[in-house]
């Protein structure tokens, strides 16, 4: 074989960027790799391997056959000294939350974190790929940090309400009782938490980096969050396919542990198929006795005359209303035992601070997720698919003050999905359909706020799912599909919408419908953002089913930027963009909304 096989490569790193000054100059013949070593001879390596595979940090740029002659030519290499760095990050009260050290061997650069009380290749944040909050230290103050990191590590045991667990599968769309590992982490982001694997030969907790890897692209798997009550029957799975094949046999197939929702972690359902299939039998019996009495009277206009005034939570009951509708609006109006205050006044202090993307994730994504369920989420529109809601029931005075307006129009709401009831045959918005309808709004809503890039907080997630739990409560929504923790309330929303998930007409048509008004709502040059935002917002797949590709598409970007009072020319990355078309259609809905919450005349 010839030289013609024969390919020269500067290696560029961190450290050394300058390919007229590389880390290292590499060969690849036929038979193998081979570096120039510091006495000017070639000698084998297999460091091109390890950049390529991602092993280590580094570059290759392939140099012609003039270029390589000259830098083997004047090849000297890098003074010792410079072979090893430390990076810190810090957190606000000046002690270290990662320590890592990089060193080049080879021509390359590994590098390793000190966890545990020792440095540990399983490194939970790569120094070169998360600069953010980097900064170089010396030898010395590496030293220092590691003293603070030593007073302030944390046995596993005592931190276990901070463990999340991951089922970790070749596909997500699969059941996780087909994963291949089980991981739990701690302490920190994706790229910074302390990490372990469960190891079924042994039945222990090891250290890993599955999830960094993961999360660097270095491992094509996918990490699915899971309970830890799913993660303990993970373990036994993978203890009984362990045994299985040590043994050469094949392993049974286990009971289905779940699918991602996407909404949150992967739970056991709290409420079965026979219990579901019950409460779509079932109604509102205290709403539905007094709307039963108003239509009995016919006192459907006069009493919407009154109820016009009857708006603010700490207004008296109208004179003058039939004894049953009374004995409703007394009822009615307390949240439940269970309401923390302080969380509904932290969900209300973030709709004050942005209030347009709240109103843009019910339009473009929470409507639109439960429209996919159509033949059941038209029973309960009336009233839900407003940003009068949100402003009522999230703004000034809320839920809790007698000045507020939510307690009041959640009991009109609650009205008109009686009224629903009476006036239809069947038994439209039951149960089942309310659940789904104000379960769409406690799950999705703080879901759909992640995607706008408002530096939303897990915190934050948790005081609006409880706020709108609570509005659930007001809206007659039984106990029983009122789950209190938001990973629970994931697997029953999703399990509420799978049942009547299905392309149809009638959600193609709400999705049309709702795509008018908010048309009608936007300035001319930003008629048609709503599409392309429910195509962000939800995603392929259920775009198609609702026929969003069918609706018109583009808004020029200039219009964009005109609108937001930003240059024609501005450069946004993805994340402000994203942000700046929220807050346009957001502003605009809000300007809107005058939606009418009187109860339906007969006909």
Not at 185 to 211: D, N, Q, V
Not at 258 to 271: D, E, H, I, N, Q
Not at 423 to 443: C, E, F
Request: net charge negative; proline share 5%; charged share 25%.
């Amino acid at each position: 074989m010839g030289d013609y096989m024969r390919r020269h490569y500067a290696i560029v790193t961190p450290f050394h960027p300058d390919v007229s000054r590389p880390s290292a100059i590499v060969r690849v013949r036929w038979y193998g790799q081979e570096r120039l070593a510091g006495q000017g001879e070639w000698v084998p390596t297999k460091i091109a391997s390890d950049i390529t595979d991602q092993n280590c940090h580094g570059t290759l740029v392939p140099l012609t056959e003039q270029d390589a002659a000259r830098l083997v030519e004047a090849w000297r290499p890098h003074p010792a000294g410079e072979l090893t760095r430390h990076y810190a990050w810090m957190s606000e009260d000046g002690r270290p939350r990662s320590l890592i050290r990089a060193w080049e061997q080879d021509g390359g650069v590994l590098e390793e974190s000190y966890r545990d009380g020792r440095w540990d290749g399983g490194h939970a944040v790569c120094a070169f790929e998360q600069e953010a909050g980097r900064i170089e230290v010396d030898g010395e103050t590496a030293e220092r940090l590691i003293h603070l990191l030593h007073r302030r590590m944390v046995p596993v045991k005592s931190s276990r309400q901070e463990l999340t667990c991951y089922a970790i599968v070749r596909d997500d769309r699969n059941d996780v009782s087909t994963a291949h590992a089980l991981v739990r982490s701690w302490g920190g982001t994706s790229l910074t938490a302390t990490e372990e694997k469960f190891e079924p030969k042994t039945g222990e907790w090891a250290r890993s980096m599955i999830l960094y890897r993961i999360g660097t692209a270095r491992d094509d798997s996918e990490e699915v969050p899971i309970s830890e009550a799913v993660a303990e029957e993970l373990r036994h799975v993978l203890v009984a396919r362990h045994r299985a094949w040590s043994e050469g046999r094949e392993p049974e197939t286990p009971r289905p542990l779940g699918t991602w929702t996407r909404l949150g972690k992967v739970t056991f359902p709290l409420v079965d198929d026979s219990t579901l299939d019950a409460l779509e039998r079932a109604g509102d019996p205290l709403a539905d006795a007094a709307v039963a009495e108003l239509y009995s009277l016919g006192e459907v206009r006069r009493v919407n005359e009154v109820l016009a005034g009857f708006a603010h939570n700490g207004d008296d009951v109208p004179d003058g209303l039939p004894q049953l509708l009374r004995r409703y609006f007394g009822e009615s109006a307390a949240l439940p035992q269970w309401a923390d205050h302080e969380a509904i006044e932290g969900a209300q202090r973030s709709w004050a601070l942005f209030a347009p993307h709240f109103a843009t994730v019910l339009c473009c994504y929470v409507l639109p997720l439960r429209y996919g369920s159509a033949s059941t989420s038209r029973r309960t529109r009336r009233g839900m698919e407003s940003t009068r809601l949100l402003q009522d029931v999230m703004g000034d005075g809320g839920l809790l003050a007698p000045h507020g307006r939510g307690v009041r129009t959640l009991q009109k709401v609650r009205l008109l999905h009686a009224a629903t009831r009476y006036l239809q045959d069947g038994l439209p918005a039951n149960q089942v359909d309310l659940a789904a309808t104000a379960g769409t709004l406690s799950v999705a809503l703080p879901l759909g706020l992640n995607k706008t890039f408002i530096g939303w907080t897990e915190r934050e997630r948790d005081e609006l799912f409880h706020l709108w739990s609570a509005a659930g409560h007001l809206l007659g929504v039984d106990p029983v599909l009122t789950p209190r923790g938001y990973d629970d309330a994931a697997t029953l929303v999703d399990a509420l919408l799978r049942r009547g998930r299905a392309e149809s007409a009638e959600g193609r048509d709400l999705v049309k419908a709702l795509e008018r008004r908010v048309r009608t709502a936007l300035p001319g040059a930003l008629r048609h953002l709503f599409s392309s935002e429910v195509r962000y917002f939800c995603g392929h797949d259920l775009s198609v089913l609702l026929g969003v590709d069918g609706l018109k598409r583009t808004t020029p970007h200039e219009a964009i930027l005109k609108a937001a009072g930003l240059p024609e020319d501005a450069q946004l990355d993805g994340r402000v963009w994203e942000r700046t078309r929220s807050a346009l259609l957001g502003k605009a809905l809000l300007a809107a909304d005058r939606e009418d919450l009187t109860l339906p005349t007969p006909r």
